[in-house]
């Protein structure tokens, strides 16, 4: 990243700094409790302090990483067995499109059915909030293989099981990226939608118990704490990952 990009990000949040404090000096939202920047800034630090924001990061990502592992794995399986498969695509796959397009707050109620108020239903929402992108992604990964790789690969007397782990794999590895990637993001979403309704800790919960006492302070603060969280893991973590595998494969 270099520096004239950092430059611009830093001073386009000094200007929604600047803007948000001047809502607040002029008192545009008279009938809320609208805090200012610096009472947002205070609430974190005080939640950090005392250890409460520290004990429900520690447990959204116990919550995700537990969920996503088994989401990647889940969606993989699926995704392969779809993509070569042809009547188990014809079949199943096209429901896979209907499930994904279904928001995770949905599939809350139908967790705390099945697990209660625990963190099983916590992780249960973020298993399927992944899947079905991932199953999407790789199912699409299988699907592009270049027919000529196939053809070459046949000619050389490579076929079957072997043609897969030696030919179809390492073609979708980029594409299997870019699945991961999308994996964490929607899982993310599924995390938080899932703690929103949890007795247990988290971002979520902490998020539902700033709302009951009417901590707008803090309500603010954890929604910036949940969207950086998210933007730093893709940026720093999978965006480069996803990069670095393109650029080797050729791709970029």
Same mark, same amino acid.
């Given at each position: ?57 520690? @447990? +959204?990502?116990?919550?995700?990483? #537990? *969920? !996503?592992? /088994? %989401?990647?794995? $889940? ?95 390492? @073609? +979708?590895?980029?594409?299997?990226? #870019? *699945? !991961?990637? /999308? %994996?964490?993001? $929607? ?66």
């Amino acid at each position: 990243m270099n520096l004239s990009l950092i430059t611009k990000r830093i001073v386009f949040l000094v200007v929604v700094a600047g803007i948000w404090q001047g809502i607040y000096a002029l008192n545009i939202f008279e009938d809320i409790i609208f805090p200012s920047p610096l009472t947002v800034v205070s609430s974190l630090y005080e939640g950090f302090a005392d250890g409460d924001l520290v004990t429900a990061l520690g @447990a +959204s990502f116990r919550h995700l990483f #537990s *969920g !996503l592992v /088994l %989401a990647i794995l $889940f969606g993989t399986v699926l995704g392969v067995l779809l993509g070569k498969s042809r009547e188990a695509d014809e079949t199943a796959g096209m429901y896979l499109v209907a499930l994904q397009s279904i928001p995770s707050i949905v599939w809350v109620p139908l967790a705390i059915m099945i697990f209660g108020f625990s963190e099983a239903a916590v992780v249960f929402v973020v298993v399927l909030g992944g899947t079905f992108v991932m199953a999407l992604n790789v199912r699409s990964a299988i699907r592009s293989v270049p027919p000529h790789l196939l053809r070459a690969a046949r000619t050389m007397g490579v076929s079957g099981v072997s043609q897969f782990f030696r030919v179809e794999i390492p @073609a +979708s590895v980029p594409y299997f990226m #870019s *699945g !991961l990637r /999308l %994996a964490w993001a $929607f899982s993310w979403r599924a995390l938080m939608a899932g703690e929103l309704l949890s007795n247990g800790p988290g971002l979520g919960y902490s998020l539902r118990y700033a709302q009951d006492y009417a901590r707008m302070d803090q309500v603010i603060g954890i929604i910036i704490i949940i969207g950086v969280i998210g933007a730093v893991v893709d940026q720093l973590v999978f965006s480069k990952l996803e990069k670095n595998v393109m650029k080797r494969w050729g791709i970029l």
